[in-house]
């Protein structure tokens, strides 16, 4: 429709155009409008009719002019122009203004009108096939547009996109995107899906693809290998990582973008793996490696000279791996002489028990050094320093790469293994303790003779009758422990105990729980003793005769208490190989188990055994449950088997003991230093909760109200993210 079908529209009757504006000038501005509006709407009922009849017109250009006209009728209008049905809310009313200077096509003025609708707060939506004008705060909620990639719609009309991101977080880019949406549509994040779920105008969606496009971009450069010719990879790796992370940056790299750069040395392939954050600073590392791989100046003709500082092996012990693995190459003698020979592992394994020690010998090792430094290695071609921790290298330069390769993966950080054996001992006991003693003397005041009887009987600690009379008349009485009923008796004006009758029940309950623990590196053995150093006598002398006497003994020492020796093995799959010797000993309290001269005598309990367990999980090693029921009877022949009668004639105990002891053992594996520090604070907070928490009473008398407390952890102030720093306890701060 164009601007000249609108003014060849006939009129009402009454006049042309000039003559309604006549009329106007001299009337009503009422009767004007009503004559526009009229012809508006016989307009509008003759377009859908002229548009079906010729559907080539709709490719034909038009030229709109609905200034201030019902937005119901405008809409009904472009609903021919468009050949699709368009329903209007209820809520959407009021005038609308669509213009056009120039003829343009159908779809351009369809986009004018919408483009007029959202400047009045309104929205065109599709749902079923069908458009919609709908207020916009709602549109979010009737668009029934959803589509998934590029956006193919263009225009005011509200839609729904999904954008599939491949590289960055959808939570970060909200934040960015948040304020180019509009404030009735929405934007949500799916990190399930990693993808972006937004509502808008179709126009805006396709500004916002191109944002997401440029944002959703790698971190980094792809791997890039980098193979080294004259250079170790190991060597030099740890020197590029520094440079490209604190170096002058190159022109056009963003500062930012400094931290992403990662080197790591392959030593089977001599290369260096680079990842950068962006092009331009992987040019310069590769600029950077090719300077440093250059031939070492130390290469003569007979070969060269290195020197490998080791991270977390033993310099001796690798050295002669290292020559006896390259033993036939070279003048390498495979580290057999003996100056060269590393020293041997323990030769005490974990299952057999530590042999006790001299007196002499203890004090020795108390005074001793945790570990004598060795001395350094000779032979072949690789030297041990331990004083530096170092391997010195004498060989051509392919025989040290060889060997290089192979020192790198045999230098590695071992995990260690946190074991904690929990030995729980429970033992309840009761006895029970009831006799009759009686002593009488039968015969008559001046009678020459006469007749003693009675019985006599000890134990459980008690006196016999005799002894308590005897006593008594010492002055000292002991009637023993338990209930005593005695009778007194006046024999030629002396009184005494004539019968006792004694009852006594003893019941005791051991309840034991030891938890020694202990750290220690894959594969190497640890023992921890908890207890006495108690001396056994050996020998003694004494001379009898002569003039000089000078005697003298020869004891020797032994731990008692609790001894643990454990050797762990991780596997990859995180089974644990332990190989374990469990001993806990005590000495007893019974004197009558040995003589004085012999010393005292212990108990023993010990476990050896080789276990598999996973990673926290808890193992029963062993344990020992034992019931033990004693009687002990003493009695006067026959007349002790005296039913009733017989309880005068005999004395009766009985004892029942249980003891029930297991051994329970759980190995935690701490693969790296974050585990073990985490491990370490918990341990430390844990020891110094319970020290608070014992602290003693104020008192306002005595002056010391404060127990000793360990002083609190405090990380540093600030420290490297790739290379955490433990925390040291702060010293002289109270808590």
Known sequence: MNAQDLRGAKLPPGGSARGAQGAHMKSNRALLTGWILAAAWSLLATVPAAWAQAAPRSRAPVTVNFVNADIDAVTRAFAAMIDRAIVVDPRVKGTITVYSEQPQSVREAFQSYQSALRGMGFAVVESGGLLKVVPEADAKLQAGTVSVGEVATRGDQVITQIFQLRYENPNNLVAVLRPLISANNTINANPGSNALVITDYAENLQRIAKIIAALDQPAGTDVEIIALQHVVAADIAPLVQRLSEGGAMPVGVVPGGQTGTTVLADARSNSLLVRASNPARLAAIRATIARLDRPSTLVGPGGGMWVVHLKNADATRLATVVRAAFGAVGGGSGGSSAAGAAPAFAATSANTPPPGTTAGAAATAATAGVTATSQPSTGG???????????????????????????????????????????????????????????????????????????????????????????????????????????????????????????????????????????????????????????????????????????????????????????????????????????????????????????????????????????????????????????????????????????????????????????????????????????????????????????????????????????????????????????????????
């Open 381 to 735: 071609f690789i030297q041990a320093d331990p004083a530096t921790n170092s391997l010195v290298i004498t060989a051509p330069e392919p025989l040290y790469k060889q060997v290089r390769a192979l020192i790198d993966q045999l230098d590695t950080r071992r995990a260690q293994v946190y074991i904690e054996s929990m030995i729980v001992e429970v033992s309840p006991s009761n006895s029970a303790d009831f006799g009759v003693q009686w002593q009488d003397l039968i015969g008559r005041a001046g009678d020459k003779l006469g007749l003693v009887a009675g019985t006599n009987f000890s134990g459980a600690g008690a006196p016999s009758i005799i002894d308590i009379n005897t006593g008594a008349a010492q002055g000292t009485v002991n009637l023993g422990p338990g209930l005593n009923l005695g009778l007194l008796k006046s024999i030629n004006g002396v009184v005494a105990l004539s019968a006792i009758a004694r009852a006594l029940q003893t019941q005791s309950e051991t309840n034991i729980v030891s938890t020694p623990n202990l750290i220690t590196l894959d594969n190497e053995e640890a023992k921890i003793v908890v207890g006495e150093n108690v001396p056994f006598i050996t020998g003694q002398f004494t001379q009898t005769g002569g003039t000089t006497t000078n005697p003298f003994q020869t004891i020797e020492r032994k731990d008692v208490g609790i001894t643990l020796r454990i050797r762990p093995q991780i596997g990859e799959d995180g089974a644990i190989r332990m190989t374990i010797f469990q001993e806990q000993s005590s000495v007893k309290n019974d004197t009558a188990a040995g003589t004085t001269n012999a010393g005292p005598s212990t108990t023993k309990r010990s476990i050896e055994a080789t276990v598999v367990v996973d990673d926290g999980q808890i193992l029963v090693l062993g344990g020992l449950i034992e019931d033990r029921f004693v009687t002990s009877r003493s009695k006067v022949p026959l007349l002790g088997d005296i039913p009733w009668l017989g309880a005068l004639f005999r004395t009766e105990s009985r004892e029942r003991k249980r003891t029930n002891m297991i051994v329970f053992l759980r190995p935690i594996v701490m693969r790296d230093a974050d585990a073990a520090q985490r491990f370490s604070l918990d341990r430390y907070e844990h020891i110094r909760s319970q020290q608070k928490d014992s602290q003693p009473a104020s008192s306002l008398l005595l002056p010391i109200n404060e127990a000793p407390v360990l002083p609190p952890m405090r990380e540093p102030a600030s420290a490297p993210a790739s290379t955490p720093a433990p925390a040291a306890p702060v010293v002289g701060e109270r808590p």
